[in-house]
């Protein structure tokens, strides 16, 4: 056992606690950022902390710091016993059974951390001359960067839970310019992998130029009812909305919109959600959750029907149920209850052939305003940009929309799910393909 | 104690000079935080941190490099300084820093420091709340009430000479209610917060706070859906600084600025609002949330007019960019903590007041949306497009406040809906919130009066024609 959580732990022990837990993280980060052909910032760090959590007849106890000198561990101990003392008791604060983790490949990359700074920094220069040169009215950027990182978690408890994972990723940033008389659009996109080496420079330049240049000569339309294509990049943003519904802990809390709908319809019967704690290239995949538990893949909706929620140790208690190994948490805090990978199952339509099935609709390429969602009642009024879709093709470039309805009344509207599934970080790292909906409340002039 | 030895400070800035940097920047910050949380009526969770490191800047030819590191040992911190000379890069680029000038304002007064009141005031003080707002009858089903508190010491070195410290203590409180009616659920929330002790909590009633948030949810049970399309918008002053925070704040901060990437862009004398427009930036107001002493580069904070009278006059910097646009520091350089760089960020942020009262401008308008409150926001920089939630809005119909509607947002172009603004109201308020950009939450406030819009896109589900039709 690492040293700071065996001394941790006995400390909690001798000062009278029932039993205790030790999170720690470390990590690394390197991150450049360019401008103009030349780096603007570079960052480069290690960082550590540790959170204790400890019970003491059933009241639970927190406390963090980043300092990791003896008296200032032993003190830790101490405040979180301290804490604790406020707290009312509670038959399902418990520490989870250990139980046997298996082993999940793939999460790290062990080269990241020796490959020489300098071809991280040239892959951002290149970054940027690509993405300035491909068309004449995006010479610009805004924002270009390559970031990675290595992350190392421990995880110890007094009921003889010892175990530890690390994961590594890295990722290529571009927000461009595209300027035409004196209009300007901005065109965002990443790319990620575990290691620098699987990141598509030409990719990601070409998508954020395309991104920018579409929207150029946007304009309002009349406000309306009419079909709705998602584009994944905007269906990933609903989705990752859409996660804390999920979240046993807000069921409980009546702070869920699906709170009493379990084995109830919830969407159209085209749609299946998962959420994948093991998704081979999952960014958020891990071995086991924030308390130890195995982390394992959850169908939370099947063909529209509401099969569960997510749960850690005290939501599951409460509600007389297993913990499905969702607990997530950083050394700062406390497991709560929160999606991993959260996917929302392809279909078998080609996008275009979604796309064709509408005559006068808007496709939606970028959301904006995804805080303004009420989780609880699910309504939302989203800013939207994309393009007009006439006959069943895309047409003129379409801005400064809102559209606007209610989150489970998007999920039953869906009539058409394509094949293209894409992932972005949006609260947990979510995927979405190509979706039609039949109808939304679109407003503009 | 101090935050750290100045003569160990000053051996890490000689240290990390070494390969011939131009610049060295120690930020060394401890910062120490409490929780605690009422739910379901009863004390769900008291917890606290202790966060303590440092970040060391160089800049070398224009390039900067950053590191940073929670050992604070003599060791630590020289190892740091040796590696942040190793990695950092050259630019060939010549460059100037904003000069720091002035002595540093003192932090603000505590009374009451909130880490020596005992947990059990905190608690009752959540359970009379979490009392106030259920009392408000039985469609109130859930009732979240937080407390938190923080205190952040900091210290900036540099290699010009300066030491300069601050110390920020903040108190804020939060509820939630959720109402619930026939399967209906609305939520409201009230965050009031100060940059004070815990002696805020004499003046601001916790319980009354949290009956307000508790009538809002009933009230919203009632609401009709909004109506969608364009419409002059009254936007109140409660949060509804946040529409000028987001929709002009951020184009006007320096970083934007000085890669062309905002509308404002070389717009400085030229007319960017309607002429009843002044909006200014203030770090020095008393005790609020985005008040500071010194800002974290050890720039003096100040009172920076950046609209006057719809003229454009300034911009917000950190040390770089004033340096980079030869313009004087503004007491702007901010940053979330030790492991970020600073960067040009707002700190308390108002329009000025004018000389309308609320009930004046709603009787000028024949028809649209009064916008009471605000909610969340977003804003692209580069275009200016926003989009806000409201969260207490009603329908002005011939002059008069309406019913009330749920679920509506604004949706607009913040430098067009500052030619727009066409009265502005007397009544001033500030409020406290976290303010993100490049991943890092800084406390700030926004601010305004009463203000109309001309014309606005309100986006909701209400009175909307069926059928498609042809943009």
Same mark, same amino acid.
Request: charged share 25%; glycine share 12%; hydrophobic share 40%.
């Given at each position: 056992?690492?040293p700071?959580?065996?001394r941790?732990?006995?400390?909690?022990r001798?000062?009278?606690a029932?039993a205790?837990?030790a999170?720690?993280?470390?990590?690394?980060?390197?991150?450049?950022?360019?401008?103009?052909?030349?780096?603007e910032?570079?960052v480069?760090?290690?960082?550590?902390?540790?959170?204790?959590?400890?019970?003491?007849?059933?009241?639970?106890g927190?406390?963090?710091?980043?300092?990791t000198?003896a008296?200032?561990?032993?003190?830790?101990?101490?405040?979180a016993l301290?804490?604790?003392?406020?707290?009312?008791?509670?038959?399902?604060?418990?520490?989870?059974?250990?139980?046997?983790?298996?082993?999940?490949?793939?999460?790290?990359?062990?080269?990241?951390?020796?490959?020489?700074?300098?071809?991280?920094?040239?892959f951002?220069l290149?970054?940027?001359?690509?993405?300035?040169?491909?068309?004449p009215?995006?010479?610009r950027v805004?924002?270009?960067?390559?970031?990675?990182g290595?992350?190392?978690?421990?995880?110890?408890?007094?009921?003889?839970?010892?175990?530890?994972?690390?994961?590594?990723?890295?990722?290529?940033?571009?927000?461009?310019?595209?300027e035409?008389?004196?209009?300007?659009q901005?065109?965002?996109?990443?790319?990620?992998?575990?290691?620098?080496?699987g990141?598509?420079?030409a990719?990601?330049a070409r998508?954020?130029?395309?991104?920018?240049v579409?929207?150029?000569?946007?304009?309002?339309?009349?406000?309306?009812r009419v079909?709705?294509?998602?584009?994944?990049d905007?269906?990933?943003?609903i989705?990752?909305?859409?996660?804390?519904?999920?979240?046993?802990?807000?069921?409980?809390?009546?702070?869920s919109?699906?709170?009493?709908k379990?084995?109830q319809?919830?969407?159209?019967?085209?749609?299946?959600?998962?959420d994948?704690?093991?998704?081979?290239?999952?960014?958020a995949?891990?071995?086991?959750d924030?308390?130890?538990?195995?982390?394992r893949?959850?169908?939370?909706?099947?063909?529209g029907?509401?099969?569960?929620?997510?749960?850690n140790?005290?939501?599951a208690?409460?509600s007389?149920?297993?913990s499905?190994?969702s607990?997530?948490?950083?050394?700062?805090?406390?497991?709560?209850v929160?999606?991993?990978?959260?996917?929302?199952?392809?279909?078998?339509?080609?996008?275009?052939?979604?796309?064709g099935?509408v005559?006068?609709?808007?496709?939606?390429?970028?959301?904006?305003?995804?805080?303004?969602?009420?989780?609880?009642?699910?309504?939302?009024?989203?800013?939207?940009s994309?393009?007009?879709?006439?006959?069943?093709?895309?047409?003129?470039?379409?801005?400064?929309?809102?559209?606007?309805?209610?989150?489970?009344?998007?999920?039953k509207?869906?009539?058409g799910?394509?094949?293209d599934?894409?992932?972005?970080?949006?609260?947990?790292?979510?995927g979405?393909?190509?979706?039609?909906?039949?109808?939304?409340a679109?407003?503009?002039? | 104690?101090?935050?750290?030895?100045?003569?160990?400070?000053?051996?890490?800035?000689?240290?990390?000079?070494?390969?011939?940097?131009?610049?060295?920047?120690?930020?060394?910050?401890?910062?120490?935080?409490?929780?605690?949380?009422?739910?379901?009526?009863?004390v769900?969770?008291?917890?606290s941190?202790n966060?303590?490191?440092?970040?060391?800047?160089i800049?070398?030819?224009?390039?900067?490099?950053?590191?940073y590191?929670?050992?604070?040992?003599?060791t630590?911190?020289?190892?740091?300084?040796e590696?942040?000379?190793?990695?950092?890069?050259?630019?060939g680029?010549?460059?100037a820093?904003?000069?720091?000038v002035?002595?540093?304002?003192p932090p603000?007064? $505590?009374?009451l420091?909130p @880490? #020596? &009141?005992?947990?059990?005031?905190?608690?009752?003080?959540? !359970?009379? /709340? +979490?009392?106030?707002?259920?009392?408000?009858?039985?469609?109130?089903?859930?009732?979240?009430?937080?407390y938190g508190?923080s205190?952040?010491?900091?210290?900036?070195v540099?290699?010009?000479?300066?030491?300069?410290?601050d110390?920020?203590?903040?108190?804020r409180?939060?509820?939630?209610?959720?109402?619930?009616?026939n399967?209906?659920?609305?939520?409201?929330?009230?965050?009031?917060?100060?940059?004070?002790?815990?002696?805020?909590?004499?003046?601001a009633?916790?319980?009354e706070?949290?009956?307000?948030?508790?009538e809002?949810a009933?009230?919203l049970l009632?609401?009709?859906?909004?109506?969608?399309?364009?419409m002059?918008?009254v $936007?109140?002053?409660?949060? @509804? #600084? &946040?529409?000028?925070?987001e929709a002009?704040?951020?184009? !006007?901060e /320096? +970083?934007?600025?000085?890669?062309?990437?905002?509308v404002?862009?070389?717009?400085?004398?030229q007319?960017?609002?309607?002429?009843?427009?002044?909006?200014?930036?203030?770090?020095?107001?008393?005790?609020?949330?985005?008040?500071?002493?010194?800002?974290?580069?050890g720039?003096?904070?100040?009172?920076?007019?950046?609209?006057?009278?719809?003229?454009?006059v300034?911009?917000?910097?950190?040390?770089?960019r004033?340096?980079?646009?030869?313009?004087?520091?503004?007491?702007?350089g901010?940053?979330q903590?030790?492991?970020?760089?600073?960067i040009?960020?707002?700190?308390?942020?108002?329009?000025?007041?004018?000389?309308?009262?609320?009930?004046?401008?709603?009787?000028?308008?024949?028809?649209?949306?009064y916008?009471?409150?605000?909610?969340?926001?977003q804003? +692209?920089?580069?275009?200016g497009?926003?989009?806000?939630?409201v969260?207490?809005g009603?329908?002005?119909?011939?002059g008069?406040v309406?019913?009330?509607?749920?679920?509506?947002?604004?949706?607009?172009?913040?430098?067009?809906?500052?030619?727009?603004?066409d009265?502005?109201g007397?009544?001033?308020k500030?409020a406290?919130?976290?303010c993100?950009?490049?991943?890092?939450?800084?406390?700030?406030?926004?601010?305004?009066?009463?203000?109309?819009?001309?014309?606005?896109?309100?986006?909701?589900?209400?009175?909307?024609?069926?059928?498609?039709?042809?943009p």
């Amino acid at each position: 056992m690492n040293p700071i959580a065996e001394r941790l732990l006995s400390r909690a022990r001798a000062q009278g606690a029932d039993a205790a837990e030790a999170y720690l993280s470390r990590g690394t980060e390197f991150t450049v950022k360019v401008f103009n052909g030349e780096i603007e910032s570079l960052v480069s760090a290690a960082s550590r902390g540790v959170g204790l959590r400890t019970f003491s007849e059933h009241r639970v106890g927190f406390a963090y710091t980043s300092d990791t000198d003896a008296d200032a561990l032993d003190a830790l101990a101490d405040e979180a016993l301290r804490n604790g003392r406020y707290n009312h008791a509670e038959e399902a604060n418990v520490l989870p059974e250990p139980e046997v983790i298996e082993e999940l490949s793939g999460l790290y990359a062990p080269d990241l951390g020796s490959i020489d700074p300098q071809r991280k920094v040239e892959f951002a220069l290149e970054m940027e001359r690509v993405a300035t040169s491909l068309d004449p009215r995006v010479r610009r950027v805004s924002d270009v960067v390559y970031s990675d990182g290595a992350g190392h978690v421990e995880l110890a408890n007094t009921r003889g839970l010892d175990v530890g994972f690390e994961r590594t990723v890295a990722y290529g940033v571009i927000d461009a310019i595209a300027e035409q008389d004196s209009e300007r659009q901005s065109g965002f996109a990443f790319t990620y992998s575990r290691d620098l080496d699987g990141l598509d420079l030409a990719g990601v330049a070409r998508e954020a130029v395309d991104n920018a240049v579409g929207l150029l000569g946007g304009r309002r339309v009349r406000t309306a009812r009419v079909p709705v294509v998602l584009h994944p990049d905007a269906g990933t943003m609903i989705l990752g909305v859409m996660g804390s519904s999920f979240s046993g802990e807000a069921v409980l809390k009546r702070r869920s919109l699906l709170a009493g709908k379990l084995g109830q319809p919830v969407a159209a019967p085209a749609v299946t959600i998962v959420d994948d704690a093991r998704l081979p290239g999952g960014l958020a995949s891990r071995p086991f959750d924030g308390e130890g538990v195995p982390a394992r893949r959850i169908e939370l909706v099947k063909d529209g029907m509401l099969l569960g929620y997510l749960q850690n140790t005290y939501t599951a208690r409460r509600s007389g149920g297993q913990s499905t190994g969702s607990a997530v948490r950083s050394y700062k805090s406390v497991p709560e209850v929160g999606v991993t990978n959260l996917v929302l199952q392809p279909g078998t339509q080609k996008r275009d052939d979604i796309i064709g099935r509408v005559d006068d609709g808007l496709h939606v390429e970028q959301l904006h305003g995804l805080n303004t969602v009420n989780p609880v009642s699910g309504e939302f009024s989203f800013g939207v940009s994309g393009h007009w879709i006439r006959d069943g093709r895309l047409a003129e470039p379409v801005r400064e929309m809102t559209v606007a309805g209610n989150l489970i009344g998007v999920l039953k509207l869906i009539v058409g799910v394509a094949d293209d599934l894409r992932f972005r970080f949006a609260g947990g790292f979510c995927g979405c393909p190509t979706v039609l909906i039949e109808e939304l409340a679109i407003g503009g002039d | 104690m101090p935050l750290l030895d100045p003569s160990l400070a000053d051996a890490v800035i000689r240290r990390a000079l070494r390969s011939g940097a131009d610049f060295a920047e120690l930020f060394v910050e401890r910062k120490r935080n409490q929780a605690v949380t009422v739910e379901e009526s009863q004390v769900q969770r008291v917890s606290s941190g202790n966060d303590r490191g440092a970040g060391l800047r160089i800049i070398h030819g224009g390039v900067v490099s950053y590191i940073y590191t929670e050992d604070l040992s003599d060791t630590g911190l020289l190892k740091t300084a040796e590696v942040a000379a190793s990695v950092g890069r050259r630019g060939g680029g010549r460059f100037a820093l904003g000069q720091v000038v002035d002595t540093p304002h003192p932090p603000q007064e $505590v009374e009451l420091d909130p @880490g #020596g &009141v005992d947990v059990e005031a905190k608690v009752e003080l959540l !359970l009379e /709340a +979490d009392q106030a707002a259920r009392e408000k009858g039985g469609e109130i089903r859930q009732v979240a009430v937080g407390y938190g508190e923080s205190r952040q010491e900091v210290l900036v070195v540099n290699s010009e000479g300066v030491q300069h410290q601050d110390a920020r203590t903040r108190v804020r409180l939060m509820v939630q209610a959720v109402a619930e009616r026939n399967g209906e659920i609305q939520t409201a929330m009230e965050a009031p917060g100060a940059q004070r002790g815990f002696e805020f909590f004499d003046e601001a009633s916790a319980a009354e706070y949290a009956r307000m948030a508790a009538e809002r949810a009933l009230m919203l049970l009632d609401a009709a859906p909004s109506p969608a399309g364009t419409m002059p918008v009254v $936007v109140g002053n409660e949060f @509804g #600084g &946040v529409l000028f925070h987001e929709a002009c704040g951020h184009g !006007l901060e /320096a +970083d934007f600025v000085s890669k062309g990437s905002t509308v404002f862009t070389g717009k400085v004398g030229q007319t960017v609002a309607s002429p009843i427009v002044t909006a200014i930036d203030d770090g020095t107001l008393k005790a609020r949330w985005g008040t500071l002493g010194v800002d974290d580069e050890g720039v003096p904070t100040r009172r920076t007019v950046l609209i006057q009278d719809g003229v454009l006059v300034s911009y917000m910097f950190d040390r770089l960019r004033a340096g980079q646009l030869a313009h004087p520091v503004t007491g702007n350089g901010r940053r979330q903590s030790y492991q970020h760089l600073p960067i040009p960020r707002m700190t308390n942020t108002f329009i000025a007041p004018g000389a309308h009262s609320v009930e004046d401008i709603i009787a000028a308008t024949p028809r649209g949306l009064y916008a009471r409150k605000l909610g969340a926001g977003q804003v +692209d920089v580069v275009t200016g497009d926003f989009v806000f939630a409201v969260t207490e809005g009603y329908l002005i119909e011939a002059g008069r406040v309406g019913r009330l509607v749920r679920g509506a947002t604004i949706v607009g172009n913040g430098p067009r809906a500052l030619h727009r603004i066409d009265m502005v109201g007397n009544d001033l308020k500030l409020a406290p919130g976290t303010c993100g950009k490049d991943g890092q939450g800084v406390p700030v406030s926004v601010g305004q009066p009463t203000i109309r819009i001309s014309e606005l896109t309100v986006g909701g589900t209400g009175v909307v024609p069926a059928g498609a039709m042809r943009p």
